[in-house]
C-alpha cells in the first residue's frame, strides 16, 4: 500500500533533549516534506527536500534540522526542542515531477509535546 | 506564491451541495489550484486540482473562471462524514519552480449537520 510512515505518532519530551521524528515513502516520491500544524494557524511548512542530499527551508525552519541521505526517509530533528515547538506534525511526499496531478500525500501525523 | 483567502468556516445538511470559494488574486501563469481534506488528527487528502474551466472526479468539482483570480470547490450532496477542514492551495508545481515551498492558508471547517 502506498504511503507515508511517520514515527511516534505520539510524543513527550523535555527542554532541551535533542528528539528526532522519522518519516519514510514507499512511493519513489522525488520530493518530501515537514509541515506543523497549529490551532488558527494551519499548516506551515517547515523543510522540504526536491532529492537526495537537496534540502532547502520552508516559512519556518528556525529551531529544526532535516537530512535527506536517503531517497525513502526525511527525519525531522529537533536538537534543543523548547515549549513553542509543541504542535502537531505532518510529513509528506509527492512525485516530484511536475505537471498534472502533481498531489502531496500525508503521513498520519505526529503530536509533539515540549515541557 | 500567490497567497489565498478562504472563508473560516460554513455549515450545512447533509444532501446538500457545498460551494467553498477560494480567492487568490495574485496567481501567476503557471500556477495550479489544488484542493485539500482534512480529517481531526489526520493528515491532509487530496480532493482535486486544476488549472483553468472545470475539473470534475467522483469526489468534488472544481470552477475556475477565465481570470483564474477565485475558484470555487464544490461538494455534492454531503453527508455527515464531510465534516472536515477544507484547504485551498495555490502554486507552481513544476519541478525547478518556487511553488516547491508550497504553503497552505487556513482552510475552511466545513460541518454538515443531519
Known amino acids: 500500500e502506498a504511503q507515508v510512515t511517520q514515527n511516534p505518532r505520539y510524543l513527550i519530551t523535555v527542554t532541551g533533549k535533542k528528539l528526532t521524528v522519522t518519516c519514510s515513502q514507499n512511493?519513489?516520491?522525488?520530493?518530501m516534506s515537514w509541515y506543523r500544524q497549529d490551532p488558527g494557524l494551519g499548516l506551515r511548512q517547515i523543510y522540504y527536500?526536491?532529492?537526495?542530499?537537496?534540502?532547502d527551508k520552508g516559512d519556518v525552519p528556525e529551531g529544526y534540522k532535516v537530512s535527506r541521505k536517503e531517497k525513502r526517509n526525511f527525519p525531522l530533528i529537533l536538537e534543543s526542542p523548547s515549549p513553542n515547538q509543541t504542535s502537531l506534525y505532518f510529513c509528506?511526499?509527492?512525485?516530484?515531477?511536475?505537471?498534472?496531478?502533481?498531489?502531496?500525500?500525508f503521513g498520519s501525523g505526529t503530536q509533539l509535546s515540549v515541557l | 506564491l500567490a497567497k489565498t483567502t478562504q472563508p473560516i468556516s460554513m455549515d450545512s445538511y447533509e444532501g446538500q451541495e457545498v460551494n467553498i470559494t477560494c480567492s487568490h488574486n495574485?496567481?501567476?501563469?503557471?500556477?495550479?489550484i489544488t484542493w485539500y481534506q482534512q480529517f481531526p488528527s489526520q493528515g491532509p487528502r487530496f480532493i482535486i486540482q486544476?488549472?483553468?474551466t472545470k475539473v470534475t472526479n467522483e469526489v468534488a468539482s472544481l470552477f475556475i473562471p477565465a481570470d483564474r483570480k477565485s475558484s470555487t470547490l464544490s461538494l455534492p450532496r454531503v453527508s455527515l462524514s464531510d465534516t472536515a477542514v477544507y484547504y485551498c492551495?495555490?502554486?507552481?508545481?513544476?519541478?525547478?519552480?518556487?511553488?516547491?515551498?508550497?504553503?497552505f492558508g487556513g482552510g475552511t471547517r466545513v460541518l454538515v449537520k443531519p
Open positions: 492551495l495555490v502554486g507552481d508545481i513544476g519541478v525547478k519552480a518556487a511553488g516547491n515551498k508550497l504553503t
Open positions: 527536500s526536491m532529492n537526495v542530499e537537496v534540502t
Open positions: 509528506a511526499s509527492r512525485t516530484g515531477t511536475g505537471g498534472w496531478n502533481e498531489k502531496l500525500f
Open positions: 486544476g488549472y483553468k
Open positions: 495574485n496567481i501567476a501563469t503557471n500556477d495550479y
Open positions: 512511493m519513489n516520491h522525488e520530493y
